[in-house]
């Protein structure tokens, strides 16, 4: 088993920047596939950024040049610097891993963007 906890998200203004962190515990090793998500009220969980154990990254094109996806594996640790950020980009972030068959989701930390 995995146990992820997210922090660092916030209520920020427009144009601000926030980094979202996500520290991992238990059964947890390198070889995995870290991501965030995110869910707004209303609307479905969607893909943020995502990295790979080799460290080749892939990011929503609402996110691209503005959020920055990277992982720590001495620390177990995952962050998303998110930056520039617009009113729609107010949700909860989700950070997910994926090792060998299982996923594991965190709880969330909410972010919220005040125009």
């Known amino acids: 088993q995995v146990q992820l906890v997210e922090s660092g998200g916030g209520l920020v203004q427009a144009g601000g920047s926030l980094r979202l962190s996500c520290t991992a515990s238990?059964?947890?090793?390198?070889?995995?596939?870290m991501a965030w998500f995110r869910q707004a009220p209303g609307k479905q969980r969607d893909l943020v950024a995502r990295?790979?154990?080799?460290?080749?990254?892939f990011y929503a094109d609402s996110v691209k040049g503005r959020f920055t996806i990277s992982r720590d594996n001495a620390k177990n640790t995952l962050y998303l610097q998110v930056n520039k950020l617009k009113p729609e980009d107010t949700a909860v972030y989700y950070c997910?891993?994926?090792?060998?068959?299982?996923?594991?989701w965190g709880q969330g930390t909410q972010v919220t963007v005040s125009s």
């Open positions: 997910h891993v994926l090792q060998g068959i299982s996923n594991y």
């Open positions: 990295i790979f154990s080799g460290g080749n990254t």
């Open positions: 238990g059964s947890i090793h390198s070889d995995n596939t």
